[in-house]
């Protein structure tokens, strides 16, 4: 079941299998590439999200979509980038944006 916990389990999991065998791991085989390839998937995949969004339905939208974030998770664990590093500058940016509505509000 997805929740706002789905992204921390995922992250775990990638952190788990990255020194699998790689025969039998997706992400052990991934970073037994190095983060050339990594990097490389994430722009395949942010490719073909781009062309399901402007060109296919729903369905194949969101596998794109599913299939972008699992390989930029992957290329954040190897570039040993945690997860809450990105999520915190989302929420300080937050913070800015709120910050500047404000200022821009008329005062009353
Ligand atoms: N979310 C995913 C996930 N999404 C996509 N994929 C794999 O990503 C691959 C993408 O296929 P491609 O044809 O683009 O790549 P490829 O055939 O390997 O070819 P290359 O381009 O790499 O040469 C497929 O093998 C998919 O199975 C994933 N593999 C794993 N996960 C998650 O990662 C966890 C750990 O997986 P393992 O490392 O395999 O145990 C799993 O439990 C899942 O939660």
């Known amino acids: 079941?997805?929740?706002?916990?789905t992204l921390a389990r995922l992250e775990a999991t990638i952190a788990a299998r990255r020194a699998a065998d790689p025969e039998s791991s997706y992400v052990a085989k991934l970073n037994a590439k190095g983060p050339r390839k990594i990097a490389q998937k994430v722009g395949e995949e942010a490719t073909e999200t781009v062309i399901a969004a402007l060109t296919q339905d729903h369905e194949a939208l969101v596998g794109e979509a599913a299939d972008l974030i699992f390989h930029l998770m992957v290329l954040l664990n190897a570039k040993d980038v945690p997860?809450?590093?990105v999520l915190a500058e989302l929420d300080r940016r937050e913070g800015v944006s709120g910050i500047a509505e404000k200022a821009s509000r008329p005062k009353d």
């Open 1 to 5: 079941m997805s929740s706002p916990d």
């Open 83 to 85: 997860l809450a590093d």
